[in-house]
C-alpha cells in the first residue's frame, strides 16, 4: 500500500518560512517524479512545483517562484517544500503527489496558514 | 499556460443516473510521444483528490466501471454511467503534457 506523509505545516506570519517534507513508502521512491499541488480555502486545485527523479530538475508556478524550492532525498524517501517570504495568499493545504504524467498518489497534506 | 475550462460548475444528479463533465483545454493535450496526457481526479469534502482517469480514458486501478473517460485534442467528458452515493464531491481535469501542470476549476456533483 502506498502510504504518503506529509508535514511541516502550521501558522506563520507574513514573511516567514516554513519546510514541508513528505515521506513516501510502498513504491520505488527513486523512479518517480515528485510534485506539490496545494488549495487554499474552499478553492480549487493548484500546482506548485515539481521535480524529476535524480532532481536535477526542477519546476515551479510562477506565485511561487523564487521564493519556493523543492528538493529530495532518495535515501529517505522524501520530499521537501521549502517556504519563504511567505504571504497570506500562500495559506492552503499542500498535497505531496507522485507525478508521471498525471498525479497517481496523493498524500493527506498539511495545512499552511499565513496569518498575523 | 494551458487553460482547462470545466462544465457544469455544479451538477445536481439523481442516484442511478447517468451524469458527465465537460473539461476543454486552451491548446491540443497531446504530448511529442503521442499521448494524451488528460486526465480526472475527484476529491469528497476532507480527502485529498484521487486520481480516477489517465490518458483521457484509463481507469485507474480500483476505479469502477462505471466511470469512463472520453474525447480528443482539446475536449474531454468524464461520463458515469449510474450515480452511486459515494459519487459526490469535486471533479477536477488535468492536463500534463506540458508545465505548469493546470487544472479545471472543478464540478461540484451533489445528490437531487
Known amino acids: 500500500e502506498v502510504q504518503m506523509l506529509a508535514s511541516g505545516g502550521g501558522l506563520v506570519q507574513p514573511g516567514g518560512s516554513l519546510r514541508l517534507s513528505c515521506v513516501v513508502s510502498?513504491?520505488?521512491?527513486?523512479?518517480?517524479?515528485m510534485s506539490w499541488v496545494r488549495q487554499a480555502p474552499r478553492k480549487g486545485l493548484e500546482w506548485v512545483s515539481s521535480i524529476t527523479p535524480s532532481g536535477v530538475h526542477t519546476y515551479y508556478a510562477d506565485s511561487v517562484k523564487g521564493r519556493f524550492t523543492i528538493s529530495r532525498d532518495n535515501s529517505k524517501n522524501t520530499v521537501h517544500l521549502q517556504m519563504n517570504s511567505l504571504t497570506a495568499e500562500d495559506t492552503a493545504i499542500h498535497y505531496c503527489?507522485?507525478?508521471?504524467?498525471?498525479?497517481?498518489?496523493w498524500g493527506q497534506g498539511t495545512l499552511v496558514t499565513v496569518s498575523s | 499556460d494551458i487553460v482547462m475550462t470545466q462544465t457544469p460548475l455544479s451538477l445536481p444528479v439523481t442516484l442511478g443516473q447517468p451524469a458527465s463533465i465537460s473539461c476543454r483545454s486552451s491548446q491540443s493535450l497531446v504530448h511529442s510521444d503521442g499521448a494524451t496526457y488528460l486526465s480526472w481526479l475527484h476529491q469528497r469534502p476532507g480527502q485529498p483528490p484521487r486520481l480516477l482517469i489517465y490518458k483521457i480514458s484509463k481507469r485507474f486501478s480500483g476505479v469502477p466501471d462505471r466511470f469512463s473517460g472520453s474525447g480528443a485534442g482539446t475536449d474531454f467528458t468524464l461520463t458515469i454511467s449510474r450515480v452511486e452515493p459515494e459519487d459526490v464531491g469535486v471533479y477536477y481535469c488535468m492536463q500534463a503534457p506540458q508545465f505548469p501542470l493546470t487544472f479545471g476549476g472543478g464540478t461540484k456533483v451533489e445528490i437531487k
Open positions: 503527489a507522485t507525478y508521471e504524467g498525471h498525479l497517481t498518489y
Open positions: 510502498g513504491l520505488n521512491f527513486n523512479v518517480y517524479t
